[in-house]
């Protein structure tokens, strides 16, 4: 079964086989709950991929926020490093700060802006969180139902843990 996996990747969930009608590969029964459990971890594995995939989204939003505050507000951007002797940065910020009259309530927008960025991505990455932990003690529940289930029937439980649901769900003629 697949495991999930740390720092946003699904683990492998190739670890065993099934094959014909009603038997895996090796000959042994495979109940039809079993096959809907199986049925069951494979959606729930789609759904990690997914919730991974707006974890990422999530993390690059934060990240590029996080480069556009820097860039604009790191001491060489407005020259204060070297007493106001070095050019302003090239970011759309410093070049707000170091402009003429208008330039400060520009500032404050940028500066909202991003911050708005930075709170909407943050939001977005533990809202994924939460969703990916709650799946993953779904993941566990279904995962010993169809342990139990197999073993009722015979399998070892190293072996019902290691079934490649994927193939176990689509395997077998009703």
Known sequence: M????????????????????????????????????????????????????????????????????????SPDAFGLV??????AGESQIAALGAGGPGSQTELLVALQQIQSMIHRAFHAYQYACEERRQLAVGVGEVSQQLTEVLCAVGWSANDARTVDVHELAGSGVR
């Not at 720092?7 to 096959?35: F, K, M, N, T």
């Not at 070297?82 to 050019?87: L, S």
């Open 2 to 73: 697949t495991v999930l996996g740390d720092a946003g990747s699904v683990g492998s969930d190739r670890l065993g086989s099934a094959g014909g009608a009603g038997e895996d590969g090796a000959g042994r029964p495979v109940p039809e709950r079993a096959r809907e459990l199986a049925g069951r971890l494979s959606a729930l594995f789609e759904r990690d991929v997914e919730i991974v995939g707006r974890l990422n989204d999530a993390q690059r939003r934060l990240h590029g926020a996080n480069e556009l505050l820097w860039s604009g507000l």
């Open 82 to 87: 070297y007493g106001g002797a070095a050019p």
